[in-house]
């Protein structure tokens, strides 16, 4: 399989996903994963990469909200542009854009915890948390990264999203002190980074932080 075969695998995951195809959609981003991680092996790729530009956050329009506590699950997945040759393989040019496997590994993390969710499986949430972790180690530039304006809009959006999802899944098993650490950070980067989020991210951005807020309320009755 070509890294554009993978890459389109990608985006056909994101349909099932909106679809509500979670457990196909889960097989379907493995499969790339796994194909992925053969061509790297076999051409001796550094990395696959993506300039920021191709990579969108797709508005979905289905709004998710976590079984027991109806918080708002940020399920904005990551598309790929699959008309332009934009695949950077080099080790030098690795070093910017993004990370495929991130991308997908992102996706697919998302794809795990909406069916978790909805089967209100406690294993599979707990295995999303792990999934979460590494897809936001994944999605981080590093350090020696040259990163644009618009390579920082994303990743601070997918970070904040990521942190939000990890903090419903801790609210749903009453772990309040790591849900707050997540809403903690996702206040401070807020406030840190303001102008690095959209207009067309506000939603999403008001939906989260009615999260952090709904999660005071049990911590509030207790003080009571």
């Known amino acids: 399989m070509s890294l554009e075969l993978i890459v389109k695998k990608n985006n056909e995951g994101l349909k099932l996903v909106i679809d509500g195809q979670y457990r196909a959609a889960e097989q379907c981003l493995k499969n790339a994963l796994t194909s992925l991680k053969c061509i790297m092996e076999q051409q001796e790729y550094a990395c696959a990469t993506l300039d920021p530009c191709h990579v969108h956050i797709l508005d979905n329009k289905s709004t998710v909200f976590s079984a027991d506590t109806s918080q708002y699950i940020y399920n904005n997945l990551l598309e790929i542009d699959v008309k332009a040759n934009h695949l950077l393989h080099s080790a030098e040019r690795s070093r910017s854009g993004f990370s495929l496997p991130a991308i997908i590994i992102f996706n697919l ?26 897809a936001r180690k994944a999605i981080s530039p590093r350090s020696n990264t040259a990163v644009n304006d618009q390579h920082r809009q994303k990743v601070n959006m997918i970070s904040l999203g990521i942190m939000n999802n990890i903090g419903t899944i ?55």
């Open 170 to 224: 801790y609210r749903e098993f009453g772990a309040y002190q790591h849900a707050q650490h997540c809403f903690d950070y996702i206040k401070n980067a807020i406030t840190k980074h303001s102008n690095s989020f959209t207009l067309r991210s506000s939603n999403s951005l008001n939906e989260v932080m009615m999260n952090a807020w709904l999660l005071e309320e049990p911590q509030v009755a207790l003080a009571a």
């Open 109 to 134: 993390s998302l794809a795990h915890h909406l069916d978790a969710n909805k089967d209100k499986s406690i294993g599979r949430l707990h295995q999303s948390i792990m999934l979460y972790k590494k």
